[in-house]
């Protein structure tokens, strides 16, 4: 898969190094992967949920959640969000 962008788990793991192992492990399971749908996703990330249009990854037993757009057509990630669990209970990300 496609990860657009890294750039910003960096920059979330620069604000909150304690992201830093569990936010690069993430990167390198979806990167290393080639999911042809949610359902094949859900395989490795059984805690993953399909919201709307994103997919949520809880990150770090559930400390940071993770929100991506996938296209699994042309195997495109969209990072769109990295937040902490109380960032995410805002819902601010939904807008």
């Given at each position: 898969?496609?990860?657009i962008?890294?750039?910003r788990l ?5 604000k909150?190094?304690?992201s830093?192992k ?5 990167y390198?399971i979806?990167k ?7 359902q ?9 949920d399909q ?6 990854f809880?990150?770090s037993?559930?400390?940071?959640r993770?929100?991506a757009y996938?296209?699994?057509?042309s195997?495109?990630v ?11 209970d805002?819902?601010k990300?939904k807008?």
């Amino acid at each position: 898969m496609h990860i657009i962008s890294r750039k910003r788990l960096l920059e979330f793991s620069a604000k909150h190094p304690n992201s830093d192992k569990p936010s690069d492990r993430w990167y390198r399971i979806i990167k290393q992967s080639n999911y042809n749908s949610f359902q094949e996703l859900r395989k490795t990330f059984p805690k993953a949920d399909q919201i709307g249009k994103f997919i949520v990854f809880n990150i770090s037993g559930n400390k940071f959640r993770l929100i991506a757009y996938i296209v699994f057509s042309s195997k495109q990630v969209y990072i769109r969000h990295i937040l902490t669990h109380p960032e995410y209970d805002k819902g601010k990300w939904k807008k």
